[in-house]
């Protein structure tokens, strides 16, 4: 029977099929973090279980770590705390743990790719929705709640009923200055913040096959933002030839087989979806949300829509854009910001900070403007330097600071204040997600480089 | 962690009919520093519930004192946005038992079955007569009934059948959860384990 790439991988990681219920799946890769893990720790020692496979387990600290003097102690005790939760039992469990300061530390979505962790045809989880990401290298990579976490941890199997499958095509090459990002929020705008919810996407075409593995990873990372659980994408030489040599990926003769594995990895001629969308490449422009969902966002030239012509009610539609202290009708060019993030599992790889140092080139941060450039990890942080990226950047009045999840969850001290409008690169503008009363406009890492040297939201095409 | 069994529950409801309720909104990330899982519940809705000084905002739900119960009656989408099942313990540690909504986000879903609060999905008719009920007489009472799959409206005799796999359904019934079943099957993983070849 033909299949997709998505049924190739799943029915490849079935365990036992439980009747009338879930399908207990087999886990390669845990990735564990110090918000989601600790309470499933306590768990796991509360039964008596100890942890069953620590070599398929990898814990990084991102969420909660401050991006400026990260030698010094953490001056909030509860984050300190579960820096040290995380090292103890990291420690406790033989887990590889890359901590504060550890020079392969980062986000966890970030150094799991740059460490070969990640794979094709690979089942891949972890507490954070944005595990997606992995997805990108034709891995099954969703996002676990702790009771999870606690579940793969003592047996390294996950109950999971499987999803529906949708595919989304996108053909044709993109216009110049409209990214991955772009893609992925015009993707969402289409289909609304739960347009996907209870599938699992599979993301084709040739828009797709021409980007490199870091955009790649921006448009799967964005699929919990239409509801999906996951997204892929078909493994290819770009995917072969990333993966190859890094540390945790197969070398000599596995490297071999696995290779002729990973190439069977395709979505069959003949195998059907229960929902499919396709969509030109040249009808997507640089995107930037103006509501307190991923789902609300246009074309950066055009104007707020009105209530009748959404798919959210009256009520929470008012609710959302009185938050914005937004209008329908307006335009959203020129809109004044005080804020730019550059950074997240989202946009914080070295492709991005390419994008944003393109715009900057040459220019000046605008005075009003407030902006966090960070790398999502030690690696991309080194990059930028090598690249020269980083000259860049501060000839035009930006500083760099140390890599970790940062302003796009504001658990640390990055936090917009009431009120302030931040053009970010990261994934939610849910109210108060950058800081309690912060409006975020979601946006590529190019409007946010027009938007830091301009200090109000402009079209990053009149820069190129 | 296993949890307490669910069978039937007859409440009262506090109503949040709005749509896309995030996990942003329901716990805020500030809130997710702890390493143990207790006093989620002071910090449920913080923000929409509290004014930045901490003094409650008078026009919110869970601040009206009309209202009580051990259910929460969202808009659609409810649970949108991360996997912290902070979320699900924050609503839980407050004293919910349920969540009636005509839509769920997944991973909500499936962590509030984690934890022992049961997420009943209804039509979105029914939902508004939920709705309805509640706006005309907030002591309006609800029958979840887990065995026969039904939420009742009791003062209206209207009643709805909701789906939940099997699986989970025994789990609530007699308060097991999926740890007990793994381990139960731990031969059967090893075996393979070690067939996997990455």
């Known amino acids: 029977m033909s299949s997709t790439i998505f049924d190739k991988v799943w029915d490849e990681h079935v365990v036992r099929k439980v009747k009338n219920g879930p399908d207990v799946l087999f886990i390669d890769r845990h990735l564990i973090h110090e918000v989601t893990s600790p309470v499933a720790f306590l768990g796991l020692k509360s039964r008596g279980i100890k942890v069953l496979h620590p070599e398929k387990t990898f814990a990084t600290a991102d969420h909660n770590t401050p991006t400026i003097n990260q030698h010094l102690p953490i001056k909030d005790p509860l984050s300190a705390n579960q820096l040290k939760t995380l090292e103890e039992n990291a420690k406790e469990n033989g887990i590889s743990h890359w901590g504060l300061g550890n020079k392969d530390n980062g986000i966890v979505h970030v150094v799991g790719p740059e460490h070969g962790i990640t794979l094709p045809g690979l089942t891949i989880v972890c507490g954070d929705s944005h595990t997606s990401t992995h997805g990108a290298f034709g891995a099954i990579a969703f996002g676990i709640g702790t009771s999870e976490v606690e579940m793969?941890?003592?047996?390294?199997?996950?109950?999971?009923?499987?999803?529906?499958?949708m595919r989304i095509n996108v053909n044709g090459k993109l216009g110049a200055g409209v990214t991955s990002k772009d893609v992925a929020l015009y993707i969402i705008s289409?289909?609304?913040?739960?347009g996907a919810t209870g599938y699992f996407v599979e993301y084709a075409g040739s828009t797709f096959e021409s980007m490199s593995m870091e955009s790649r990873m921006t448009v799967c990372n964005l699929s919990i933002e239409m509801g999906a659980r996951g997204g892929m994408i078909a493994p290819d030489?770009?995917?072969?030839?990333?993966?190859?040599?890094?540390?945790?990926?197969?070398?000599?003769?596995?490297?071999?087989t696995a290779l002729a594995y990973w190439k069977t990895l395709k979505t069959d001629l003949d195998a059907t979806f229960d929902k499919e969308y396709t969509f030109k490449a040249s009808d997507i422009e640089p995107m930037i949300t103006y509501g307190t969902n991923p789902g609300m966002g246009i074309g950066i030239s055009k104007e707020i829509p009105f209530a009748k012509d959404v798919c959210e009610g009256e009520i929470t539609y008012a609710k959302s854009l009185n938050y914005m202290n937004f209008n329908q009708g307006d335009a959203m060019q020129n809109k004044p910001i005080d804020f730019v993030f550059l950074g997240s599992c989202t946009n914080g790889r070295i492709e991005d900070f390419r994008a944003f140092a393109s715009i900057v080139k040459g220019r000046k941060k605008a005075e009003n403007v407030t902006a966090w450039l960070v790398p999502g990890s030690h690696i991309v942080k080194k990059q930028i330097n090598d690249e020269g990226i980083l000259d860049i950047l501060t000839e035009a009045g930006f500083a760099l600071r140390e890599p970790g999840c940062s302003a796009c969850l504001a658990m640390n001290d990055d936090k917009v204040p009431a009120g302030k409008y931040a053009?970010?690169?990261?994934?939610?503008?849910?109210?108060?997600?950058?800081?309690?009363?912060?409006?975020?406009?979601?946006?590529?890492?190019?409007?946010?480089?027009?938007?830091?040297?301009?200090?109000?939201?402009?079209d990053p095409r009149k820069f190129i | 962690m296993a949890y307490d069994t669910f069978t039937t529950l007859k409440s009262s409801a506090y109503p949040l009919p709005i749509e896309n309720v995030d996990t942003d909104q329901i716990i805020p990330a500030r809130f997710l520093?702890?390493?143990?899982?207790?006093?989620?519940?002071?910090?449920?809705?913080?923000?929409?519930?509290?004014?930045?000084?901490?003094t409650p905002k008078e026009n919110f739900v869970l601040n009206n004192t009309k209202y009580s119960g051990k259910i929460l009656v969202g808009g659609p989408n409810f649970g949108s946005g991360s996997s912290r099942e902070h979320a699900a313990w924050a609503v839980y540690d407050f004293g919910f038992r349920c969540v009636i909504s005509s839509f769920f986000a997944d991973i909500f879903k499936n962590n509030c079955l984690n934890v022992g609060v049961l997420p009943v999905?209804?039509?979105?008719?029914?939902?508004?007569?939920?709705?309805?009920?509640i706006g005309k007489n907030a002591n309006t009472q609800i029958e979840i009934n887990l065995e026969k799959q039904t939420v009742t409206l009791i003062d209206l005799g209207i009643s709805e059948s909701f789906d939940i796999n099997n699986y989970k359904k025994e789990n609530m019934l007699n308060g097991f959860d999926d740890i007990d079943y793994l381990q139960n099957m731990k031969n059967e993983i090893t075996v393979f384990s070690k067939a996997r070849m990455l």
């Open chain 1, 152 to 165: 793969v941890l003592a047996n390294q199997c996950i109950m999971q009923e499987k999803p529906k499958k």
């Open chain 1, 190 to 194: 289409k289909l609304s913040t739960s």
């Open chain 1, 423 to 458: 053009v970010s690169t990261s994934n939610r503008n849910f109210e108060g997600r950058q800081g309690p009363g912060s409006r975020t406009l979601l946006a590529s890492p190019l409007v946010a480089a027009a938007a830091a040297v301009t200090g109000k939201v402009t």
């Open chain 1, 237 to 256: 030489e770009k995917t072969f030839t990333y993966v190859k040599g890094r540390e945790f990926s197969p070398k000599g003769k596995k490297w071999d």
């Open chain 2, 121 to 133: 999905q209804v039509s979105e008719s029914f939902a508004e007569k939920i709705f309805e009920s």
């Open chain 2, 33 to 54: 520093k702890a390493t143990e899982r207790k006093g989620f519940g002071d910090n449920l809705f913080r923000d929409w519930r509290y004014n930045a000084d901490g």
